[in-house]
């Protein structure tokens, strides 16, 4: 198994894109920590991970609070010794159209989607910086390269966690640490089931590969970034979105 002796922390992994990503490393042989402001479903994936063979960790974690990152951080290196792999997956919408678009609408998406990965981020790359090993995979979006009407403030959170991508991948390659991000087209999770069916069917008319993606899909990036096979990649942007952007 590709990833036996590896520690992964995956941040909103209670349900959705990041709960496939921490089973998708157990069973490649991982340790995972799963965090989430639900700790509930945190602790219901990391039972199922146990089940699996390997060790697992239930973190309750805000990640726009610095300390909540740092004390995730310092629970995961105590509970399983270390981390290798960050995934920064935990994201929120709050989709209005600019006019409509109050600031705290702006503020709590910037916060959760953006300082959040900078703030676990912070935290996990010192900890990989000593040990001169890491990988770290920010869960951006297809609408962080293309825009899209009613998502002022998820858009530019995901734009700017580009940037924040290519910059964490130049400040730590000196210490083999690489940084990558993932841009998801539409999958098909709680995020997505949440609009209107018209909607969906209009999004769906508009992907080449003709269907919503799964959040296996998404996995699948998140795990060959995270790979040996992809040591030599790093400050890339891995769309996985059907061919709708291209
Ligand atoms: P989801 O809503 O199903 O799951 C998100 C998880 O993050 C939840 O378990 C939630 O409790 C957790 N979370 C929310 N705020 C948090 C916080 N402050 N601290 C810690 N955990 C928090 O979402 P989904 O669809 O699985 O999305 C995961 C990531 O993928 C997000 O970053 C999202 O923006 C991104 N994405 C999703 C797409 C989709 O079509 N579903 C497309 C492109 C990107």
């Given at each position: ?15 959705g ?15 995972v ?31 726009s ?25 935990a ?25 959040g ?60 640490i ?28 508009q ?8 959040s ?9 970034l ?21």
């Amino acid at each position: 198994m590709s990833f036996a002796g590896r520690v992964a922390l995956i941040t909103g992994a209670g349900r959705g894109i990041g709960r496939e990503v921490a089973l998708k490393f157990a069973a490649e042989g991982a340790d995972v920590a799963v965090a989430d402001l639900t700790l509930e479903a945190a602790e219901d994936v990391a039972a199922e991970i146990r089940a699996m063979g390997v060790k697992s960790l239930a973190l309750k974690v805000d990640v726009s609070s610095p300390e909540d990152a740092l004390k995730m951080v310092t629970d995961t290196v105590e509970g399983l010794g270390k981390i290798d792999i960050l995934v920064n997956n935990a994201g929120i919408t709050k989709d209005k159209l600019m006019l409509r678009m109050e600031e705290s609408d702006w503020d709590c998406v910037m916060s959760v989607n953006l300082k959040g990965a900078f703030n676990c981020t912070k935290a996990a790359a010192r900890v990989m910086a000593k040990a001169r090993y890491g990988r770290v995979i920010n869960i951006a979006s297809i609408v962080g390269l293309t825009g899209n009407a009613g998502q002022a403030n998820y858009s530019a959170s995901k734009a700017g966690l580009i940037g924040l991508t290519k910059t964490t991948a130049r400040e730590f390659a000196s210490r083999s640490i690489t940084c990558n991000a993932v841009a998801p087209g539409f999958i098909d999770t709680a995020m997505t089931q949440a609009m209107p069916e018209k909607s969906r069917q209009a999004l769906t008319a508009q992907i080449p590969l003709a269907r919503l993606g799964s959040s296996d899909d998404v996995a699948e990036g998140v795990i060959f970034l995270a790979s040996d096979k992809a040591s030599y990649i790093t400050g890339h942007v891995l769309s996985i979105n059907g061919g709708m952007y291209m």
